[in-house]
């Protein structure tokens, strides 16, 4: 029985670390295994508004905010704002807000905001 993946830990403290907001744990699982693709890049999937927040809350660093395609507009702009006024130096990426909601689309804007820094 294969389990979905809820996270993807790289090796190494320098690693970039993505949070990502989803909704659905069979998407989560597709996304976390995305973005493992990269390679050296941390992702920790959630499931909820107040599962994410408490896990950007809880880490030392996050450099990157995935906020999916379940959620609203105002808990959108909430997490928007946690983020601009305590990860300042986070990067958000909206998947089917910012661009169109398909994994290459995905890879390449979470490429351009943490991968090229």
Request: proline share 5%; net charge neutral; aromatic share 6%.
């Amino acid at each position: 029985m294969n389990t979905l993946k809820t996270e993807y830990v790289a090796e190494g403290e320098s690693a970039p670390v993505i949070v990502l907001f989803g909704g659905n744990p069979y998407r989560r699982h597709e996304v976390v295994s995305l973005i493992e693709s990269l390679g050296q890049v941390t992702v920790y999937g959630t499931l909820s508004e107040a599962e994410g927040m408490a896990k950007i809350q809880a880490l030392p660093r996050v450099d990157l905010v995935l906020i999916g395609g379940r959620y609203t507009q105002e808990q959108r702009q909430r997490i928007r704002t946690y983020v601009q006024q305590h990860l300042p130096n986070a990067s958000i990426t909206e998947p089917g807000v910012d661009y169109p909601y398909h994994n290459a689309s995905i890879l390449a804007d979470i490429q351009q905001k943490i991968m090229i820094k």
